[in-house]
């Protein structure tokens, strides 16, 4: 993996300029991820029983709805509550199109996949609180019916 | 009362699936199988992000933040964070922490909102999957619809929140107080 390439060089390079520096760093990584940790639980925990709820293959079924507008709803309100990795979404999601179904659905689904994130709600509270991380994902859910609309209007899938 | 919590939560949990093992109940069985995956494969990530972000903490100064991202900073500090977002890997549970830290080093409101809804639409790995299984244009009309839209909300929630004097808190500090309404001034 480069990710972990390019932390190694780096902290490498730390190392030989500044042994304490490295040390402290490394403290400090310990220190933040500890705090965090049991918030990282509870994700945890929700991801397990929400993926039990809706597996992959049953959310690709609710997506493959004929009318668009109740499809765009479901694909968000999915979207929302799902948590799942770009190498599972997209691929996915290319069946379906090959399927027939709109760009304007599955940018609904991605969009709010991407920007809307109840399951990390735990994890944002810690940082933000409950108040400001629902409004947070409530400008994510907004933005992403914008940009499925738009997508919906350049795909020539809804007219104004 | 919120450190306990997840502890009494985590008892029950693990007792579940450790008996649904026992005896067999697919479902728990499951269940416990998605945690294993998904913990293992944030595993893979955590620790380097955590380490990139203590090196962050060392080697960055208070000033170079404040300069760049800071109250006075201008608008290139959005592009900064564009840039930080797109390489940002895992999901937004690394950007949280990230968010954090840029916060605690001077950026200001409207910046660290802003990479957080970035890191969440531009990460690189996920726009080249995107735009491979869903072709360039879908791509193109996502990023430029959802950037300038992140940014003015950003700016906007930004704002509203500094001037309301509302604070981000770090996990260890909050732990004691019950929820975050109380950051908040009514």
Sequence with gaps: MIFYGVTAVLLLASFFSDRGKTVKALKIAWKKFSNILPVFIVMLVLVSISLYLLPHELIMDYLGEEDLLRGMGIAMLVGSMALMPGFIVFPLCGILRGQGVPYMVLSAFTTTLMMVGLITLPVEKAYFGMKTALIRNGIGFVIAVMVAVVTGLVFSEVAL | ?186
């Design chain 2, 1 to 186: 009362m919120k450190a306990k919590f997840p502890v009494i939560l985590i008892i029950v949990y693990a007792a579940f699936i450790l008996f649904s093992f026992m005896s067999g109940y697919q479902p728990g069985k499951d269940i416990g199988s998605n945690f294993l995956s998904f913990t293992l494969s944030m595993l893979k990530i955590l620790p380097g992000a955590f380490i990139l972000i203590g090196l962050f903490q060392v080697w960055v100064s208070r000033e170079r933040v404040e300069k760049h991202l800071g109250e006075d900073s201008s608008i290139m500090s959005f592009l900064w964070v564009l840039l930080l977002a797109g390489t940002t890997v895992g999901g937004l549970y690394v950007a949280f922490p990230v968010a954090w830290a840029l916060y605690e080093k001077g950026a200001r409101l409207q910046v660290v909102l802003a990479y957080l809804g970035f890191a969440a639409i531009c990460r690189i790995p996920m726009i080249i999957l995107e735009a491979s299984f869903m072709g360039i244009k879908f791509t193109m009309v996502r990023m430029f619809v959802s950037i300038p839209l992140v940014m003015i909300s950003s700016a906007l929630l930004g704002r509203y929140l500094a001037a309301r004097n509302w604070e981000m808190t770090s996990p260890e500090s909050s732990a004691g107080k019950e929820e975050g309404s109380d950051r908040w001034v009514h």
